[in-house]
Every structure is written in C-alpha cells, then in structure tokens.
C-alpha cells in the first residue's frame, strides 16, 4: 500500500511538471518550462520505467526545441530512439521518430526529416496501429503542403483519407480532408494553370464541407472556425464573394 501512495504521488508530480511545462512554454517563459522538464526527467530517470523515462526525455527535447536549441533537441530524440529500439517499444520509437522529423524541419534538414517521418509510418504500420499510421500521413501532408510540394502531398492525402475511412477514424479524416483542402488554395494562390485551379476549387469546397460535417458532429469548434476559413478562401476565389464573406465573419 505504501509503495502503490509513492507510485500514486511519483505520478501526479510529474503530470503537474508536464501541466508546468505546456503552460511555461505557451507563455514562451523557457527558462521555466527547461526547469519543470528536467524536475519531469529526473522523477523517471534511471528506473524501472523506460517508457515514462523515455516520453520525459521528449519534453524536455520540445522545450529544448521551443528555445531554439535545435541540435539538443534531436540529440535528446535521437537517445529514446535508441532506448526504444533496445525495448521494442516500437510504438514510442516511432512518436519519437516524429519529434526528430519536426526537429529537423525546424533546422532546415528536410533529407533526415523524410527519412525519419517515413520510418515512423512504417513502424505504426507495422504494430497496427491505424490511427499512429494515419496521424503520421497527416503530418507528411502537412510538410508538402508548407515546402510547396502539393501534389505529392494530394497524393499521400489520398492514401491518408482511404485508410481513415476504413478505419473509421473521423477525427484524423476530418483533418486530412482539411489539409488537402487548404492545399488545394494554396497551390490556386500560387498560380496554377486556370483548368487546373478551377478543379482544385471544387475539391477544396467538396472536401472542406465534409470536413465541416464532421467536426460539426464531434463538437470541434477549432476545427470548424480552421474549415470555416478554407471553405471563404475557397468561395471568394470561385467568385462567390457573398459566400465567402458570409462564412469569413463565423
């Protein structure tokens, strides 16, 4: 009984470290946020738990990341990598993953960070788990859509929506389906040829609307103000300015 109120009370202090930590860096107060984070590791490191031990050491790497300290950062990722990869907790080896990808987009090194995103997506695949694999096909779609890459990042938008469906995923699909649309606006606004972007336009509308619908029946109010926008963009470029001012004041 002793031991599980030393467990219970090891557990809280570091859910309230972690609380510090996301509340510190939201109020860009670094300093503070690197403190709670390392309060955070300390609680797990060199015990019996490299699970917790290794998703501590990955708030410390945000935070490292959040001040600029991009290399830490990757440094830090790279070691629960590594420790996973001895546990075989491939599930955390890939979140894991995914945070050196983020790392290195920030640092402009775009080669590591496909490599390390896509490792990711294979290893979700592998344990299946379908919504890991899904999250990360959003994130690579998200990378093409801000490197300007948009029809590679339709086309893995594709393959996300198709396995979400079958899945049954809705939340994840509602942001796919978001992410390709507000693609489909910024290649219009990039310039594309008139047939092309007309095609886009409809889709971005067709798709934006879905994805209203389902954040509409989840009570996402985030993502129905983010679809609210797309489907504006979406309007006042096809024209229909009464539309698209109509839902740019929701």
Known sequence: LVLHKEVSERLGEAESLEAIVRISLGLRKHDEALRAANELLGIFQGG????????????????????????????????????????????????????????????NNHTDAWTY???????????????????????IVEAHITAGSFEEGGFIAEEG?????????????????????????????????????????????????EA???FQELGDLQGQAKCEGVLAAAFLSYGNLMEGKARAKV
């Not at 990757?74 to 070691?79: K, M, N, V």
């Not at 995103?117 to 994130?139: H, Q």
């Not at 979400?164 to 219009?188: F, P, Q, S, V, Y």
């Open 212 to 214: 209203l619908v389902i």
């Open 48 to 107: 019996d738990d490299p699970t917790r031990e290794g998703a501590a050491n990955l708030v410390v790497a945000d935070v490292r990341a959040a001040m600029g300290e991009f290399a830490e950062a990757e440094e830090l990722a790279t070691r629960v990598v590594e420790s996973c990869d001895d546990a075989l907790d491939k599930r955390q080896q890939a979140h894991a993953l995914i945070k050196l990808a983020q790392f290195s987009f920030s640092s």
């Open 117 to 139: 995103i896509k490792e990711a997506r294979d290893l979700f695949a592998s344990i299946g788990d379908r919504n890991g694999e899904a999250e990360t096909l959003f994130r």
């Open 161 to 209: 929506i198709k396995l979400c469906r079958g899945a049954g995923l809705r939340k994840t699909l509602a942001k796919m389906l978001l992410a390709m649309a507000d693609g489909h606006i910024a290649e219009i606004n990039a310039g594309c040829p008139s047939a092309r972007a007309t095609h886009l336009n409809w889709d971005a509308r067709k798709k934006g609307k």
